[in-house]
């Protein structure tokens, strides 16, 4: 099956996993059709390799000129979809899902990645677009999404039935902002995710979101 229709299949289980997702009588199948949703966004090296990576579909092979490019103002790298993509899947899944520390703090991922950003990225000026893309560690950067992706699957297989109807605590996104993830143009973020259950950060940040960016950093590619 080519990439093409790899992408479809994927889409049209992730409308079936939305008609599901909150239903408790489900969950086993749930927690399945999750793992499977998300490993197509994650590098099959955290999955196995009998599994379809999208992610690696497009950043295998990637020039490190074209991982870094940024081609106009206002439009933002493959580098930059990566980190952001992965941020937000660490901060959400952690902070509001798992009650557990982010991965990013965990390891001194800042240092390794070699970045001076911890935010999300949403609202970067162009000049913080082009002085994160021309100093990431591209590999460091791939890594961290592994170990996030990796995080995000023991949370998701911890999950207890019902659990995914429960709304998030206004605490939890409280310490979104106290930990500065989000920059003053992107705490429409803080709204966003407050009115979710943990169904809703499942579906978006853990999966659509990510597949969202991964499309953009195909299209930047070719």
């Not at 999208?54 to 950043?59: A, H, K, N, S, Y």
């Not at 992706?149 to 911890?158: D, F, K, S």
Request: charged content about 30%; glycine content about 6%; overall charge neutral.
């Amino acid at each position: 099956m080519n990439m093409s229709n790899e992408r479809v299949v994927w889409n049209t289980l992730q409308k079936e996993l939305k008609a599901i997702i909150a239903k408790p009588e489900h969950h086993e199948l749930v927690i399945e059709r999750i793992l499977v949703q998300h490993s197509a966004v994650h590098s099959a090296c955290i999955t196995g390799p009998d599994v379809w990576s999208f992610e690696d579909e497009v950043l295998d092979e990637l020039s490190e000129e074209n991982f870094r490019r940024v081609p106009k103002p206002g439009v933002n790298s493959i580098a930059w979809h990566i980190y952001h993509s992965t941020r937000i899947e660490d901060i959400t899944l952690n902070t509001l899902v798992g009650d557990r520390p982010q991965v990013f703090d965990e390891q001194d991922w800042s240092a390794r990645i070699g970045i001076r950003y911890r935010d999300t990225g949403n609202g970067m000026k162009d000049e913080d677009v082009r002085e994160l893309s021309a100093a990431v560690h591209i590999a460091s950067l791939r890594d961290y999404r592994n170990a996030v992706g990796l995080r995000t699957r023991e949370i998701v297989m911890a999950l207890r039935p019902g659990e995914l109807k429960q709304k998030i605590d206004p605490s939890r996104v409280a310490l979104i902002k106290s930990n500065n993830d989000v920059r003053e143009e992107g705490e429409w973020l803080l709204d966003y995710w407050g009115g979710l259950n943990k169904a809703g950060i499942i579906l978006m940040p853990a999966t659509r979101h990510l597949i969202v960016h991964l499309n953009k950093s195909q299209r930047l590619k070719k």
